[in-house]
Protein backbone atom coordinates (compact mmCIF):
# COMPACT_ATOMS: atom_id res chain seq x y z
CA UNK A 1 0.00 0.00 0.00
CA UNK A 2 1.19 3.91 -0.90
CA UNK A 3 0.31 7.01 0.84
CA UNK A 4 1.06 9.92 -0.97
CA UNK A 5 0.99 13.59 0.71
CA UNK A 6 0.63 16.16 -1.39
CA UNK A 7 2.64 19.43 -1.78
CA UNK A 8 -0.55 22.20 -0.84
CA UNK A 9 -1.44 24.98 -2.82
CA UNK A 10 0.54 28.45 -2.38
CA UNK A 11 -1.88 29.92 0.07
CA UNK A 12 -2.04 26.61 2.28
CA UNK A 13 1.29 26.35 4.61
CA UNK A 14 0.23 23.27 6.65
CA UNK A 15 0.87 20.02 5.80
CA UNK A 16 -1.60 16.77 5.90
CA UNK A 17 1.44 13.88 7.21
CA UNK A 18 4.14 15.00 8.97
CA UNK A 19 7.75 13.01 9.74
CA UNK A 20 6.70 11.66 13.40
CA UNK A 21 3.52 10.46 11.81
CA UNK A 22 5.46 7.88 9.49
CA UNK A 23 6.61 5.19 11.33
CA UNK A 24 3.18 5.13 12.46
CA UNK A 25 2.08 4.74 9.03
CA UNK A 26 4.60 2.66 8.19
CA UNK A 27 3.96 -0.18 10.54
CA UNK A 28 0.04 -0.22 9.21
CA UNK A 29 1.82 -1.32 6.09
CA UNK A 30 1.68 1.71 3.92
CA UNK A 31 4.94 2.82 1.60
CA UNK A 32 4.47 7.08 3.02
CA UNK A 33 5.60 9.36 -0.45
CA UNK A 34 5.80 12.79 0.07
CA UNK A 35 5.99 15.65 -3.02
CA UNK A 36 9.16 17.56 -3.19
CA UNK A 37 8.76 20.88 -0.19
CA UNK A 38 6.04 19.53 0.99
CA UNK A 39 6.34 20.38 4.69
CA UNK A 40 8.64 23.12 4.21
CA UNK A 41 5.84 26.25 4.84
CA UNK A 42 5.40 24.12 8.34
CA UNK A 43 9.11 23.64 9.45
CA UNK A 44 9.35 20.10 8.43
CA UNK A 45 12.43 19.55 5.47
CA UNK A 46 12.45 16.74 3.01
CA UNK A 47 15.31 15.26 5.30
CA UNK A 48 12.73 15.13 8.09
CA UNK A 49 10.68 13.35 6.50
CA UNK A 50 13.53 10.51 5.21
CA UNK A 51 14.91 10.19 8.56
CA UNK A 52 11.89 8.74 9.78
CA UNK A 53 11.27 6.56 6.52
CA UNK A 54 9.09 8.52 3.54
CA UNK A 55 10.34 8.57 0.42
CA UNK A 56 10.63 12.29 -1.08
CA UNK A 57 8.72 12.07 -5.21
CA UNK A 58 7.67 13.81 -7.87
CA UNK A 59 4.06 15.21 -7.56
CA UNK A 60 3.22 12.70 -10.59
CA UNK A 61 4.53 9.87 -8.41
CA UNK A 62 2.36 10.81 -5.40
CA UNK A 63 -0.84 11.28 -7.11
CA UNK A 64 -0.24 7.40 -8.09
CA UNK A 65 -0.75 6.52 -4.99
CA UNK A 66 -3.03 4.53 -3.81
CA UNK A 67 -3.94 6.60 -1.34
CA UNK A 68 -3.43 10.27 -1.17
CA UNK A 69 -4.00 12.97 1.98
CA UNK A 70 -4.32 16.29 1.37
CA UNK A 71 -5.91 19.47 3.81
CA UNK A 72 -7.21 21.19 0.64
CA UNK A 73 -8.69 19.31 -2.63
CA UNK A 74 -5.35 18.23 -4.71
CA UNK A 75 -5.09 17.52 -8.51
CA UNK A 76 -7.76 14.92 -8.85
CA UNK A 77 -7.65 14.63 -12.57
CA UNK A 78 -3.63 12.76 -12.42
CA UNK A 79 -5.47 10.38 -9.49
CA UNK A 80 -5.81 7.00 -10.90
CA UNK A 81 -9.28 5.52 -10.76
CA UNK A 82 -9.72 3.21 -7.32
CA UNK A 83 -7.57 5.42 -5.61
CA UNK A 84 -8.57 7.13 -1.98
CA UNK A 85 -8.30 10.90 -1.61
CA UNK A 86 -8.40 12.11 2.21
CA UNK A 87 -8.85 15.67 2.66
CA UNK A 88 -11.33 18.60 3.50
CA UNK A 89 -13.41 18.10 0.49
CA UNK A 90 -15.83 20.59 2.02
CA UNK A 91 -18.83 18.89 -0.53
CA UNK A 92 -21.72 21.01 0.21
CA UNK A 93 -19.57 23.99 -0.38
CA UNK A 94 -17.97 22.66 -3.80
CA UNK A 95 -20.56 20.27 -5.07
CA UNK A 96 -19.43 20.34 -8.93
CA UNK A 97 -15.80 19.15 -7.77
CA UNK A 98 -17.25 16.88 -5.45
CA UNK A 99 -19.54 15.02 -8.32
CA UNK A 100 -16.18 15.17 -10.58
CA UNK A 101 -14.29 13.50 -7.75
CA UNK A 102 -16.78 10.55 -7.55
CA UNK A 103 -17.58 10.24 -10.66
CA UNK A 104 -14.13 9.70 -11.76
CA UNK A 105 -13.88 6.59 -9.93
CA UNK A 106 -11.99 7.83 -6.54
CA UNK A 107 -13.06 7.21 -3.27
CA UNK A 108 -13.86 10.38 -1.61
CA UNK A 109 -13.06 10.55 2.00
CA UNK A 110 -13.72 14.26 3.65
CA UNK A 111 -12.42 14.39 7.20
CA UNK A 112 -14.45 17.14 8.17
CA UNK A 113 -17.90 15.20 7.73
CA UNK A 114 -16.64 13.12 11.10
CA UNK A 115 -19.44 12.05 13.38
CA UNK A 116 -18.44 14.08 16.63
CA UNK A 117 -20.08 11.95 19.22
CA UNK A 118 -18.41 9.24 18.57
CA UNK A 119 -15.85 8.75 21.00
CA UNK A 120 -13.52 6.62 18.26
CA UNK A 121 -13.60 9.60 15.80
CA UNK A 122 -12.55 12.17 18.54
CA UNK A 123 -9.00 11.38 17.44
CA UNK A 124 -9.85 11.92 14.19
CA UNK A 125 -11.63 14.79 14.12
CA UNK A 126 -9.97 17.66 12.29
CA UNK A 127 -12.43 20.31 12.81
CA UNK A 128 -11.27 20.25 16.39
CA UNK A 129 -7.63 20.16 15.90
CA UNK A 130 -8.13 23.14 14.03
CA UNK A 131 -10.89 25.08 15.56
CA UNK A 132 -9.03 24.79 18.77
CA UNK A 133 -5.56 26.53 17.72
CA UNK A 134 -8.06 29.31 15.01
CA UNK A 135 -10.39 29.98 18.05
CA UNK A 136 -6.47 30.45 20.46
CA UNK A 137 -5.10 32.46 17.07
CA UNK A 138 -8.27 34.99 17.33
CA UNK A 139 -8.26 36.15 20.71
CA UNK A 140 -4.59 36.73 20.45
CA UNK A 141 -5.08 39.14 17.08
CA UNK A 142 -8.04 40.99 18.85
CA UNK A 143 -5.43 41.34 21.90
CA UNK A 144 -2.63 42.31 19.89
CA UNK A 145 -4.54 44.86 18.32
CA UNK A 146 -6.75 46.88 21.02
CA UNK A 147 -5.41 50.27 21.67
CA UNK A 148 -5.76 48.85 25.55
CA UNK A 149 -4.50 46.31 28.00
CA UNK A 150 -6.21 43.19 28.24
CA UNK A 151 -5.81 42.86 32.61
CA UNK A 152 -7.34 44.87 34.87
CA UNK A 153 -4.27 46.75 36.63
CA UNK A 154 -3.75 48.72 40.17
CA UNK A 155 -0.91 51.47 39.60
CA UNK A 156 -0.30 54.52 41.22
CA UNK A 157 -1.19 56.66 38.85
CA UNK A 158 -4.78 54.93 38.96
CA UNK A 159 -6.48 51.50 38.08
CA UNK A 160 -6.64 50.18 34.74
CA UNK A 161 -10.07 48.43 34.07
CA UNK A 162 -9.77 45.43 31.95
CA UNK A 163 -11.08 44.75 28.27
CA UNK A 164 -14.54 43.31 27.89
CA UNK A 165 -14.89 40.46 24.91
CA UNK A 166 -17.65 38.66 23.82
CA UNK A 167 -17.09 35.72 21.88
CA UNK A 168 -20.53 34.56 19.21
CA UNK A 169 -20.21 30.92 19.29
CA UNK A 170 -19.03 28.25 21.94
CA UNK A 171 -18.13 25.50 20.31
CA UNK A 172 -14.15 24.27 20.01
CA UNK A 173 -13.25 27.66 19.00
CA UNK A 174 -15.19 29.53 20.99
CA UNK A 175 -14.14 27.59 24.07
CA UNK A 176 -11.03 28.22 23.44
CA UNK A 177 -10.92 32.15 22.66
CA UNK A 178 -12.78 32.37 25.78
CA UNK A 179 -9.95 30.55 27.91
CA UNK A 180 -7.57 32.31 25.86
CA UNK A 181 -9.23 36.02 26.73
CA UNK A 182 -9.67 34.77 30.08
CA UNK A 183 -6.13 33.66 30.73
CA UNK A 184 -5.05 37.56 29.35
CA UNK A 185 -6.98 38.93 31.72
CA UNK A 186 -10.07 40.33 29.77
CA UNK A 187 -13.68 40.15 31.29
CA UNK A 188 -15.12 37.67 28.89
CA UNK A 189 -18.83 37.25 27.67
CA UNK A 190 -20.62 34.34 25.19
CA UNK A 191 -23.30 33.79 23.64
CA UNK A 192 -24.54 30.47 21.28
CA UNK A 193 -27.71 29.40 20.50
CA UNK A 194 -26.89 25.85 21.86
CA UNK A 195 -28.25 26.29 25.71
CA UNK A 196 -25.70 23.19 26.86
CA UNK A 197 -22.77 25.94 25.86
CA UNK A 198 -23.73 27.48 29.34
CA UNK A 199 -22.17 25.35 31.31
CA UNK A 200 -18.60 25.05 29.02
CA UNK A 201 -18.55 28.82 28.99
CA UNK A 202 -19.65 28.93 32.88
CA UNK A 203 -16.40 26.30 33.56
CA UNK A 204 -13.71 28.42 31.78
CA UNK A 205 -14.76 31.46 33.82
CA UNK A 206 -16.73 33.57 30.76
CA UNK A 207 -20.24 34.95 31.38
CA UNK A 208 -23.18 33.57 29.38
CA UNK A 209 -25.18 36.06 27.56
CA UNK A 210 -28.75 34.69 28.95
CA UNK A 211 -31.67 34.98 26.63
CA UNK A 212 -35.29 35.37 28.77
CA UNK A 213 -37.23 32.06 26.83
CA UNK A 214 -34.71 30.76 24.67
CA UNK A 215 -35.58 27.44 23.66
CA UNK A 216 -32.27 25.27 22.61
CA UNK A 217 -30.99 25.03 19.21
CA UNK A 218 -28.79 21.88 18.91
CA UNK A 219 -28.83 19.00 17.08
CA UNK A 220 -28.87 15.55 17.79
CA UNK A 221 -25.05 15.46 17.18
CA UNK A 222 -24.36 18.48 18.98
CA UNK A 223 -24.12 21.06 15.96
CA UNK A 224 -25.61 24.45 16.30
CA UNK A 225 -28.88 25.13 14.39
CA UNK A 226 -30.53 28.10 13.21
CA UNK A 227 -34.23 29.33 14.49
CA UNK A 228 -36.21 31.30 12.15
CA UNK A 229 -39.53 31.15 13.51
CA UNK A 230 -40.13 32.90 16.23
CA UNK A 231 -39.77 36.70 15.68
CA UNK A 232 -40.49 38.16 19.35
CA UNK A 233 -37.87 35.19 20.38
CA UNK A 234 -35.08 36.07 18.25
CA UNK A 235 -35.56 39.92 18.94
CA UNK A 236 -34.90 38.97 22.58
CA UNK A 237 -32.07 37.68 21.37
CA UNK A 238 -30.57 40.63 19.70
CA UNK A 239 -31.28 42.93 22.08
CA UNK A 240 -29.29 40.46 24.74
CA UNK A 241 -26.77 40.74 22.54
CA UNK A 242 -26.62 44.38 21.43
CA UNK A 243 -26.54 45.21 25.05
CA UNK A 244 -23.41 43.48 26.26
CA UNK A 245 -21.72 44.19 22.88
CA UNK A 246 -22.27 48.01 23.49
CA UNK A 247 -19.92 47.62 26.05
CA UNK A 248 -17.31 45.35 24.33
CA UNK A 249 -13.83 46.28 23.81
CA UNK A 250 -13.26 42.84 21.44
CA UNK A 251 -16.05 40.45 19.54
CA UNK A 252 -14.13 37.53 18.45
CA UNK A 253 -17.00 35.14 16.13
CA UNK A 254 -16.33 31.61 15.84
CA UNK A 255 -19.82 30.12 15.25
CA UNK A 256 -20.62 28.08 12.31
CA UNK A 257 -23.40 25.75 11.17
CA UNK A 258 -21.78 22.74 9.09
CA UNK A 259 -23.45 22.49 5.17
CA UNK A 260 -24.27 25.86 5.56
CA UNK A 261 -23.01 29.67 5.45
CA UNK A 262 -22.01 31.03 8.84
CA UNK A 263 -24.79 32.44 10.85
CA UNK A 264 -24.80 36.55 11.71
CA UNK A 265 -24.01 37.71 14.78
CA UNK A 266 -27.62 39.11 14.89
CA UNK A 267 -30.81 38.06 13.44
CA UNK A 268 -31.63 41.31 12.55
CA UNK A 269 -30.10 42.58 9.14
CA UNK A 270 -30.16 46.24 10.45
CA UNK A 271 -28.02 45.17 13.77
CA UNK A 272 -25.27 43.00 11.49
CA UNK A 273 -24.77 46.00 9.06
CA UNK A 274 -24.33 48.37 12.19
CA UNK A 275 -22.04 46.23 14.16
CA UNK A 276 -19.55 49.49 14.23
CA UNK A 277 -22.06 51.94 15.20
CA UNK A 278 -23.21 49.47 18.40
CA UNK A 279 -19.78 49.07 19.40
CA UNK A 280 -17.26 52.10 20.56
CA UNK A 281 -14.62 53.76 18.69
CA UNK A 282 -10.94 51.84 19.11
CA UNK A 283 -12.71 48.35 19.55
CA UNK A 284 -11.74 45.19 17.45
CA UNK A 285 -13.70 42.39 15.44
CA UNK A 286 -12.22 39.26 14.59
CA UNK A 287 -14.54 37.26 12.27
CA UNK A 288 -12.84 33.81 11.85
CA UNK A 289 -15.87 32.81 9.17
CA UNK A 290 -15.48 34.72 6.24
CA UNK A 291 -14.89 31.49 3.90
CA UNK A 292 -18.10 30.60 4.92
CA UNK A 293 -19.98 34.23 4.33
CA UNK A 294 -18.77 35.90 7.56
CA UNK A 295 -20.43 36.45 11.30
CA UNK A 296 -20.14 39.59 10.33
CA UNK A 297 -21.05 42.28 7.43
CA UNK A 298 -17.83 44.47 7.27
CA UNK A 299 -14.83 41.80 8.13
CA UNK A 300 -12.89 40.97 4.53
CA UNK A 301 -10.82 38.19 3.69
CA UNK A 302 -8.90 40.85 1.16
CA UNK A 303 -7.50 42.33 5.00
CA UNK A 304 -8.10 45.26 7.52
CA UNK A 305 -11.22 47.57 7.28
CA UNK A 306 -11.76 50.39 9.80
CA UNK A 307 -14.86 51.44 9.75
CA UNK A 308 -16.37 54.57 12.10
CA UNK A 309 -12.80 53.60 14.46
CA UNK A 310 -14.02 49.72 15.04
CA UNK A 311 -11.13 47.45 13.38
CA UNK A 312 -12.59 44.45 11.29
CA UNK A 313 -10.09 41.02 10.71
CA UNK A 314 -11.43 38.70 8.45
CA UNK A 315 -8.62 36.17 8.13
CA UNK A 316 -10.16 32.80 7.29
CA UNK A 317 -9.22 29.68 8.67
CA UNK A 318 -6.06 31.04 11.42
CA UNK A 319 -4.74 28.01 12.24
CA UNK A 320 -2.79 28.35 9.61
CA UNK A 321 -0.45 31.24 11.13
CA UNK A 322 0.82 28.73 13.46
CA UNK A 323 1.22 25.97 10.63
CA UNK A 324 3.96 23.89 12.42
CA UNK A 325 1.11 22.90 15.63
CA UNK A 326 -1.50 22.78 13.39
CA UNK A 327 0.27 20.23 10.75
CA UNK A 328 1.07 18.14 13.34
CA UNK A 329 -2.47 17.95 15.19
CA UNK A 330 -3.75 17.63 11.48
CA UNK A 331 -1.38 14.80 10.89
CA UNK A 332 -2.25 12.69 13.95
CA UNK A 333 -6.13 12.83 13.20
CA UNK A 334 -4.80 11.65 9.78
CA UNK A 335 -2.63 9.00 10.85
CA UNK A 336 -5.55 7.93 13.71
CA UNK A 337 -8.21 8.05 10.37
CA UNK A 338 -5.95 5.76 8.04
CA UNK A 339 -6.24 2.86 10.61
CA UNK A 340 -10.05 2.58 10.04
CA UNK A 341 -9.03 1.69 6.07
CA UNK A 342 -6.76 -0.96 6.41
CA UNK A 343 -7.67 -4.67 7.76
CA UNK A 344 -4.65 -6.90 7.89
CA UNK A 345 -2.45 -5.00 5.33
CA UNK A 346 -5.32 -4.44 2.54
CA UNK A 347 -6.92 -1.38 1.87
CA UNK A 348 -10.97 -1.98 3.04
CA UNK A 349 -13.90 0.37 2.97
CA UNK A 350 -16.15 -0.98 6.01
CA UNK A 351 -19.47 -0.40 5.79
CA UNK A 352 -20.15 -1.23 9.36
CA UNK A 353 -17.22 1.20 10.75
CA UNK A 354 -19.67 4.41 11.73
CA UNK A 355 -16.64 7.07 11.38
CA UNK A 356 -17.00 6.17 7.58
CA UNK A 357 -20.46 5.88 6.81
CA UNK A 358 -22.29 7.53 9.79
CA UNK A 359 -23.50 6.99 13.26
CA UNK A 360 -27.01 6.91 13.48
CA UNK A 361 -28.72 9.41 11.46
CA UNK A 362 -25.28 10.71 11.15
CA UNK A 363 -24.62 14.48 12.15
CA UNK A 364 -28.36 14.61 11.24
CA UNK A 365 -30.91 13.51 8.64
CA UNK A 366 -29.38 13.04 5.71
CA UNK A 367 -25.90 12.99 6.54
CA UNK A 368 -23.51 9.92 6.70
CA UNK A 369 -19.86 10.04 7.89
CA UNK A 370 -16.26 10.97 6.13
CA UNK A 371 -16.96 8.58 2.66
CA UNK A 372 -18.64 11.04 0.54
CA UNK A 373 -18.39 8.31 -2.69
CA UNK A 374 -16.84 5.66 -4.10
CA UNK A 375 -17.52 3.35 -7.30
CA UNK A 376 -18.77 6.38 -8.83
CA UNK A 377 -21.88 6.85 -6.76
CA UNK A 378 -22.19 9.07 -3.46
CA UNK A 379 -22.95 7.14 -0.73
CA UNK A 380 -26.54 6.24 0.23
CA UNK A 381 -26.33 7.51 4.03
CA UNK A 382 -25.30 11.08 2.30
CA UNK A 383 -28.99 12.15 1.02
CA UNK A 384 -28.98 15.54 1.35
CA UNK A 385 -25.70 15.71 -0.70
CA UNK A 386 -26.96 13.68 -3.12
CA UNK A 387 -30.38 15.85 -3.75
CA UNK A 388 -27.58 19.21 -3.89
CA UNK A 389 -25.50 17.90 -6.30
CA UNK A 390 -28.28 15.71 -8.69
CA UNK A 391 -31.49 17.39 -8.07
CA UNK A 392 -34.45 15.89 -9.41
CA UNK A 393 -31.83 13.94 -11.57
CA UNK A 394 -31.53 10.29 -12.23
CA UNK A 395 -27.71 8.81 -11.58
Not at 177 to 204: M, P
Not at 261 to 283: E, Q, V, W, Y
Request: glycine share 10%; with cysteine.
Amino acid sequence: MRLGVVLEAESEPRVSVVPNSIPKLVKMGFEVVIESNAGLKSGYSNLDYENKGGLIVSAEEVLDSDVITSIGIPNYSKMKSGSMLACIADPFRFPEITKKIIESGITLLSLEVIPRRLSKGQSMDVNSSQDNLSGYCAALQAASNLPKLMPMMTTAAGTIRPAKFVIQGAAVAGLQAIATAKRLGAIVYAIDVRLAAKTDCESLGGRFIDVPGWVDAETSSGHATSLFDNPELMEAFDVAVEGILSEADALVTTARIFGRDAPKLFFSKDRNDNIHKIMKSGSVVVDMNMDTGGNTNHASMDGTLVKEGVTFFGTPTLCRTVPNTASMLYSNNVTNFVSVLVDDGNLLINEDEQVLTGDEGGISAGFGGILIGSDGKIHPNHTRLKNTIYGDEEE
